[in-house]
């Protein structure tokens, strides 16, 4: 399969962990979203959207993260992202959904390019805008968990979970955005449990082929 990504995209970042957990091995194809190059023809062809990331699995390319994520846990069901019981799988998607629908998609780089040349922002605040919406996004998050009296060492349990797979990106984004990120004591704590794996090690920005 080949991965159309960009290393520090989120959600190219969320799509590397998964296929990482899952053990799935993809030839990286590198769109520079520096330079538009997602606004080529030669993507539009891959992806009329023209976003990241793009999965060429041989019979077809999948798009969006959350869609790509989903057909990796119906295709390849071990290891499991999501728990066994309703409930639960519905808990774990919305802690994935605070950071796939309220929190990145207002950071996102389309967000912010608006921003600068149509209304002018500048960069400090480009990233009291990002603060912001982080911010109240983690609020939530960091409630959630920490009430959650049978979380383990990740978002949900003793094993990372979808909702991991999303948040561990957003934390990333939130350092690049000076946000102050001491003020979630346990999504620091789940962060350094994610990061003690190797599949979220080998997915990290500065790991990949076109961070240079």
Known sequence: MKLYSFFRSGTSHRLRIALNLKGIATDYAAVDLRVDEQQG??????NPQ?????????K?????SPAIIEWLEEKHPTPALLPAGADDRAHVRALAAMVGCDIHPLNNRRVLQTL???????????????????????DAYEALIAADSRRGRFSFGDTPTLADVYLAPQVESARRFNVDLTQWPHIMAVEKACMELEAFQ??????QPDAG
């Open 41 to 46: 023809e030669a993507f539009k062809s891959v």
């Open 50 to 58: 023209q976003m990241v990331p793009a999965l060429d699995t041989g």
């Open 60 to 64: 077809q390319v999948l798009i969006q």
């Open 116 to 138: 600068r040349k149509q209304f002018g922002a500048k960069e400090d605040a480009i990233n009291a805008w990002c603060a912001s919406w982080i911010s109240s996004g983690f």
């Open 202 to 207: 080998k997915a990290a920005p500065g790991q």
